[in-house]
Nanobody, 125 residues
Framework: QVQLVESGGRLVQAGGSLRLSCAAS????????MGWFRQAPGKEREFVAA????????RYADSVKGRFTISRDNAKNTVYLQMNSLKPEDTAVYYC??????????????????WGQGTQVTVSS
């Protein structure tokens, strides 16, 4: 079992940067692929980025490639999402998610078993 708590969301101007954190509890964190998703008002939740359990393999949505970077520190049980060059269309609630142990990176939300409560990111123009 993994519990996830996101933090770092706030109001930021377009072009600015934010780093989101996802603190995980549970012994299996270091063996679980992790992902970030987001949901804007009136829209479906969408994939943002994912990272495998050890860190070297990552995937990104086309809309954030070159601007966002996912990383993890297994010693701290934390996953990060560094967001640069933010745009108003990045405004959403951002969710951290974890896959079951033994499964790799995935881009669909139904492939993730564990979810945080979300953190609001608002980008003003």
């Amino acid at each position: 079992q993994v519990q996830l708590v996101e933090s770092g969301g706030r109001l930021v101007q377009a072009g600015g940067s934010l780093r989101l954190s996802c603190a995980a509890s549970g012994r299996t964190f270091g063996s679980s692929a992790m992902g970030w998703f987001r949901q804007a008002p009136g829209k479906e939740r969408e994939f943002v980025a994912a990272i495998d359990w050890s860190g070297p393999y990552k995937r990104y949505a086309d809309s954030v490639k070159g601007r966002f970077t996912i990383s993890r520190d297994n010693a701290k049980n934390t996953v990060y999402l560094q967001m640069n060059s933010l745009k108003p269309e990045d405004t959403a609630v951002y969710y951290c998610a974890g896959r079951p142990v033994g499964f790799g990176v995935a881009t669909y939300d139904y492939q993730y078993d564990y979810w945080g409560q979300g953190t609001q990111v608002t980008v003003s123009s």
